[in-house]
């Protein structure tokens, strides 16, 4: 067993950010949601944003008080700045479906669409908002800016669908809690008891791996009823085809196991009617299979035999955005990672910048790089793979449950980056 970290000392090194000035919420927004729609087009080298749709929805789950990222994660970032001072008064990173398949050589020989969301507290004032894209150098580049008008009678304000929603487990307000809302893909009208047993025992394993384990009250969960036509999900591969409410499918970037969809306008049509920071959808399918995005979408099947391993991975990805730590299993990516600029994920590394990753964590016993033996098998050291790369990239530990579906637990790096997250959401 990789011994445990204080969490005291791990605070200490993950909180001063909090230290930093934040916007007064009171000044700048109100207690309801402002919702863009857009469509993020382009190829591997292009990325341009076509707004579908603005909408004012009656609940927002995020921190009042933690506003702005001071060291933003994802490979994309939306921002809102106040026209008037030209002060940012929100931002989040994000990692969309949109930037994996810039990866792929599809995005080579064409354009490409996807459908995105962008969520935040509803402004007072005028404001500009932007959304930036990560260069291959790293650094953020502005793809899109315009100005929003809070009084602009465009922004529709339509009631929310009337889904049953059952509360799972709410310990606090919204404001600050971590809000997580459940979506039932691929469940008939007559399959609801069953999507709700399929929530618990997700929300169960969850919180028996460290460091969930010791966050229960940390964390709102809710279950919203969508029924589908039919039951399961699209394995476009096998030519077998359903008709469901979030229209979700195996096969993305022709890969067999990666389960995802596009219709992110139905997911948050559905997430609507509860406050929330994290969409996390439930396939109704004994296939093994799901992905994770961060601060985008979690998904998962719910009746393989390891998907509530599968469960906790995927939230590592979309709540966390820790990043896949294995590199020998097929992938549809080319050059996913440049090797001459530091991952912006927490548990991987080039060692362009090792000493912002886990440098003082490791004894100074164990070599740097560590071999892959047995003898290091518990041990937490600098171990050459990850990211989809044997070489070049480093990760952590031997195993770890971002790498594998052996472990239960996340290795000391994760926890971390999972106790950053959690807190920031919360204070």
Avoid at 19 to 37: H, V
Avoid at 250 to 269: A, E, G, V, W
């Amino acid at each position: 067993m990789i011994r445990k970290w204080k969490l005291v000392s791990l605070l200490l090194m993950v909180f001063p950010q909090f230290l930093l000035a934040q916007p007064e919420f009171s000044d700048c927004f109100i207690n309801k949601t402002l919702r863009i729609d857009y469509l993020l087009n382009g190829t591997d080298q292009t990325a341009e944003v076509i707004v579908k749709q603005l909408k004012k929805e009656p609940y927002y789950g995020g921190s009042h008080v933690n506003l702005v990222e001071p060291n933003p994660m994802g490979t994309y970032r939306y921002q809102l700045m106040d026209e008037a001072s030209q002060e940012v008064i929100f931002s989040r990173g994000f990692s969309p479906i949109f930037q994996e398949w810039q990866t792929t050589g599809e995005a080579k020989r064409r354009k490409g669409s996807f459908y995105q969301v962008a969520i935040f507290p509803f402004p007072k004032k005028i404001c500009r908002f932007i959304i930036e894209q990560r260069n291959w150098e790293g650094e953020f580049e502005t793809v899109f800016s315009t100005e929003i008008d809070p009084k602009n009678y465009f922004i529709l304000e339509e009631k929310v669908p009337e889904y049953a929603i059952e509360e799972l487990s709410v310990q606090g307000s919204p404001q600050t809690k971590v809000d997580v809302v459940i979506l039932p893909e691929g469940y008939t009208a007559d399959e609801m008891d069953k999507f709700v047993a399929d929530a618990k025992r997700m929300i169960k394993v969850l919180f028996e791996a460290e460091p969930f384990d010791g966050h229960q009250q940390d964390f709102n969960w809710y279950a919203v009823k969508v029924p589908s036509m039919e039951s399961g999900t699209d394995v476009p591969g096998e030519h077998s085809y359903k008709n469901t409410a979030f229209n979700s499918h195996f096969y993305t970037f022709d890969t067999p196991r990666y389960l995802t969809t596009q219709d992110m306008l139905s997911i948050h049509d559905a997430a609507s009617v509860v406050p929330y920071d994290h969409i996390y959808l439930l396939v109704n399918t004994a296939r093994y299979g799901g992905g994770g995005f961060y601060n985008f979408l979690s998904i998962t099947s719910v009746d393989d035999s390891l998907a509530e391993k599968v469960f906790i991975h995927e939230f590592g990805h979309g709540f966390a955005g820790l990043a896949d730590e294995y590199y020998s299993s097929g992938v549809a990516y080319s050059d996913y990672y440049n090797l001459e600029v530091e991952p912006w994920e927490a548990n991987i590394t080039t060692l362009v910048d090792f000493k912002s990753k886990w440098a003082d964590m490791i004894d100074e016993a164990t070599p740097q790089p560590t071999p892959r033996t047995a003898k290091y098998n518990d041990v937490l050291g600098l171990f050459e793979g990850g990211g989809y790369s044997e070489k070049g990239i480093y990760s952590p530990v031997m195993d770890c449950r971002m790498k594998s579906n052996g472990p239960n637990d996340f290795c000391p790096v994760c926890q971390k980056s999972i106790e950053q997250v959690i807190q920031w959401h919360c204070k």
